[in-house]
Nanobody, 127 residues
Framework: QVQLVESGGGLVQAGGSLRLSCAAS????????MGWFRQAPGKEREFAAA???????YYADSVTGRFTISRDNAKNTVYLQMSSLKPEDTAVYYC?????????????????????WGQGTQVTVSS
C-alpha cells in the first residue's frame, strides 16, 4: 500500500524559511513524478511545485524563486525548501505522487494528475 507522510510544518515569521519533507513507501519512488500542493482556508488546493525522477522541476508563479523542490531517490524522500515566506503562503501543504510515469510539464500542475496524497502538514506564516 502506498503511503506518503509529510513533516516539517510549523509556525514561522514572515521572511523566514522552512523545509518540508515527504517520506514515501509502498511504491517505486524513482518512477513517480512527485508534487507539492497547498490549500489555504476557503480556497481550492493549488499547485506549488513538482519534480520528475530525473530531477526536472516545475513551479507555480507564486513560489518561483522562493521555493525549491528536490528529491533523494535513495531515501524515498521529496523535499520542499521554502524561503522568504509570506503570510499568503499559510496553508496545509500536501505531498502527492503522480498517477503516470510519463507525466511532465504542465500536466503536473493539475491535482487530477496525482492519485496518492499525504495527510498534509500545516504551515503558518505570521506577519
Amino acid at each position: 500500500q502506498v503511503q506518503l507522510v509529510e513533516s516539517g510544518g510549523g509556525l514561522v515569521q514572515a521572511g523566514g524559511s522552512l523545509r518540508l519533507s515527504c517520506a514515501a513507501s509502498g511504491l517505486t519512488f524513482t518512477n513517480y513524478p512527485m508534487g507539492w500542493f497547498r490549500q489555504a482556508p476557503g480556497k481550492e488546493r493549488e499547485f506549488a511545485a513538482a519534480i520528475r525522477s530525473g530531477g526536472s522541476t516545475y513551479y507555480a508563479d507564486s513560489v518561483t524563486g522562493r521555493f525549491t523542490i528536490s528529491r533523494d531517490n535513495a531515501k524515498n524522500t521529496v523535499y520542499l525548501q521554502m524561503s522568504s515566506l509570506k503570510p499568503e503562503d499559510t496553508a496545509v501543504y500536501y505531498c502527492a505522487a503522480a498517477s503516470s510515469l510519463y507525466y511532465s510539464g504542465r500536466v503536473l500542475m493539475n491535482r487530477s494528475s496525482y492519485n496518492y496524497w499525504g495527510q498534509g502538514t500545516q504551515v503558518t506564516v505570521s506577519s
